[in-house]
């Protein structure tokens, strides 16, 4: 029976638990994890109100246990690649004849002085979520430094909970990370609308504190924003440090591995947010610390331990979020993207109605398509839209380019329409974006 040491709790770890369980090959399962309870990383700022308890956001610990693995709760101190065994801070070893690291990341915390100070939190564990929590059933006055999806979803359910919020963002408009200026502005006008105020072009320089606890947040210019709680949340970066203590190849973006996911140690595996991507596209290293990706990736791990040789493809890094009334996401290089890796490209847009005409409650689907020229392939794609639609939007996006759908391919393509749940029969968001590249070329 092969010993399978799997080290980390995240969705990376339990898929590979999942399907090493449902192969009829004999496998002992060890998943090593340092958090007693994993929180739902993207759920955690919908956990922030106390309508549910904090558990409904949290990963119960029975998805490991339920499928045949022993779960350890531990920290890995040491990998001995000759022995092919790990030893935990307990002194507990484990030997393995296949070792996946699967250390996901963890917040970036940015050099700011008093950045220690009570009443300032991240976005990330059971424990940040329990202090959000308590934060909003207490204080009033909150300042969220970062504008990217999570600082922007949290900002959201802060004024839903009727906290004063702000955010405090060093890019020209918050988002810019995922979406496109145009659509980036009009998200932010929306939330600006609904009384979050948002100051761009700013960095945080200090905290000032009172008693130990934060009491306002100073920026750039001069200017001190009081607050009684501070959320960062500015980013992740991978959990490293075991591979290299290791003397695993890392880069600044992850554990290097080849297509098969395999690390420079013979037998060790990397998947998710620890691990450095390539994009599908270009197939240069990048960014994608989606929950998604790690599931992807560890199909790939799994199906490898499996002995079925399998190469990953690349990332497309399709996500969504949403804001207040707005639903928004993309897939692939926005154009922002295909500029920085210095792609000729094409973008086609479109503003299609949601439903017919004559219906009650019609909104304006907004769509990009970026297509490669030479190729005429669609290489990435955003929407921004009223409802909760766009991930299966954001989704077509992604499946399009990751079967090598041209501009061609998405004006012939068939859909659906009915008045109440699409346009009419003649009007295709893709459709239209696709046949506005087309002219444009």
């Not at 810019?176 to 659509?183: E, Y």
């Amino acid at each position: 029976m092969q010993k399978v040491v799997i080290i980390g709790g995240g969705p990376a770890g339990r898929l590979i638990v999942h399907a090493l369980h449902k192969s009829t090959q004999d496998f002992d399962v060890t998943l090593i994890k340092d958090e007693e309870i994993n929180a739902n990383r993207c759920a955690v700022p919908y956990g922030i109100s106390d309508k549910k308890p904090v558990e409904k956001f949290c990963i119960s610990n029975t998805l490991v246990t339920d499928f045949g693995a022993k779960l350890v709760i531990d920290y890995v101190e040491s990998i001995d690649k000759d022995e092919q065994s790990v030893t935990t801070a307990t002194g507990q070893k484990f030997v393995y004849d296949y070792l996946v690291l699967a250390t996901g990341s963890q917040p970036f915390i940015p050099p700011i002085p008093n950045i220690d100070l009570k009443n300032i939190v991240n976005v990330r564990s059971k424990s940040d979520m329990e202090q959000m929590r308590e934060f909003a059933q207490h204080y009033k006055k909150c300042v969220i430094v970062g504008g990217g999806y999570i600082g922007i979803e949290v900002a959201v359910v802060m004024k839903q909970l009727g906290i004063e919020t702000t955010v405090v963002e060093m890019q020209p408009h918050v988002l810019l990370m995922t979406m496109d200026d145009d659509f980036a502005e009009a998200i932010e006008a929306h939330i600006v609308d609904k009384c979050v105020r948002v100051i761009n072009n700013t960095q945080v320089t200090a905290f000032a504190g009172q008693d130990g606890n934060v009491s306002g947040v100073v920026l750039d210019n001069g200017d001190i924003l009081p607050a009684d709680f501070v959320i960062v949340s500015v980013g992740v970066k991978p959990n490293i440090a075991l591979a290299e203590k290791t003397g695993i190849a890392t880069s600044r973006l992850g554990i290097v591995t080849n297509e098969y996911l395999e690390t420079t140690a013979k037998n060790i595996y990397a998947s998710g947010d620890c691990a450095e991507k390539k994009s599908f596209i270009t197939g240069n290293p990048s960014m994608g610390e989606f929950g998604t990706n790690a599931v992807f990736m560890s199909k790939v791990v799994a199906a490898n331990i499996l002995g079925k040789k399998t190469t990953f493809p690349g990332i497309i890094n399709a996500n969504a979020s949403s804001a207040f009334d707005y639903t928004f996401g993309s897939a692939g290089l926005i154009a922002k993207a295909a500029d920085r890796e210095e792609l000729d490209y094409v973008v086609g847009e479109s503003d299609v109605m949601d439903m017919y005409p004559m219906m009650d409650g019609v909104n304006m689907i907004k769509t990009k398509l970026v297509f490669d020229k030479k190729t005429r392939k669609l290489i990435g794609g955003s929407v921004l839209r009223k409802g909760h639609c766009s991930a299966g939007n954001v989704d077509f996006i992604s499946f399009a380019i990751q079967m090598g759908a041209t501009i061609e391919d998405i004006i012939k393509y068939q859909y659906a329409t009915h008045p109440e749940l699409a346009a009419k029969p003649s009007d295709n968001t893709y459709m239209f974006a696709a046949q506005d590249a087309q002219k444009k070329l």
